[in-house]
């Protein structure tokens, strides 16, 4: 089946380690996103790709990178400068036409990282 | 300022009832979609429904249907013939055609179906 899978489900920190987390679709979608939720909160865009070797910074890009060396490959590194990194963070893909598109994002079941 | 605002933090519905749930939006591009998702408490999130601004028509999907109106910039979601296992989290979120497919989400409404 196509889908979104990330790994892994809970991840921990240690203070000053950089982790990352996996994301990976068979979708053969050329888009692919990054969001972070915290409780009770909605999501918020942290970095998005919509073509193989470019991405761009989301709303809250600060202390986290990533690359796209692979349509279906988007990884998530969140850095020892991102200073608050207890949240839930959410993968999605979509197919991606420029203008007018009612394709919705798709989600893998996301990764709950923790501060040791 | 806000761009997608959803009132109801939490929302009780009978069993079998049909509930409204509110999604006021702000943009000046004419061109956008609107999506509604479902979080059950597992997290995963789950479409549920489109609406572009140049439907004429409200979307529906099955027992989910979108009362877009546009020039009060409102797209509520209303579900009909409650289920226990609608029970979850919903958000609104909307895109903007000229952002690059980019996704705002609203901070949610908490469901829950009581028996």
């Known amino acids: 089946d196509g889908g979104i899978t990330q790994s892994p489900k809970y991840l921990f920190r240690k203070e000053g380690q950089n982790v990352t987390l996996s994301c990976e679709q068979n979708?053969?979608?050329?888009?692919m996103y990054w969001y972070r939720q915290d409780p009770g909160q909605g999501l918020r865009l942290i970095y998005y790709s919509q073509i193989v070797n470019d991405f761009q910074k989301g709303d809250i890009a600060e202390g986290y990178s990533v690359s796209r060396e692979k349509k279906e490959s988007f990884p998530l590194t969140v850095t020892s400068a991102q200073k608050n990194p207890t949240a839930f963070y959410l993968c999605?893909?979509?197919?991606?036409?420029?203008?007018?598109?009612?394709?919705?994002?798709?989600f893998g079941d996301g990764t709950r990282l923790s501060i040791l | 300022a806000q761009k997608i605002t959803q009132t109801q933090p939490g929302m009780f519905v009978q069993e079998k009832e049909a509930v409204t749930l509110d999604c006021t939006y702000d943009?000046?591009?004419?061109?956008?979609?609107l999506f509604w998702y479902k979080q059950p408490s597992s997290g995963e999130m789950i479409f549920l429904i489109y609406?572009?601004?140049?439907?004429?028509q409200n979307a529906t999907e099955g027992r989910y249907s979108l009362n877009f109106q546009k020039a009060r910039k409102s797209a509520n979601l209303v579900i009909s013939a409650s289920q226990l296992g609608d029970s979850a989290m919903y958000f609104c979120?909307?895109?903007?055609?000229?952002?690059?497919?980019?996704?705002?989400f609203g901070q949610g409404t908490e469901l829950s179906v009581k028996p």
């Open positions: 999605a893909s979509s197919k991606y036409t420029q203008g007018y598109s009612n394709q919705p994002q798709h």
């Open positions: 943009t000046s591009d004419p061109s956008y979609g």
């Open positions: 979120a909307m895109r903007e055609d000229n952002q690059g497919g980019k996704l705002i």
């Open positions: 979708l053969n979608h050329d888009a």
């Open positions: 609406q572009g601004s140049y439907d004429q």
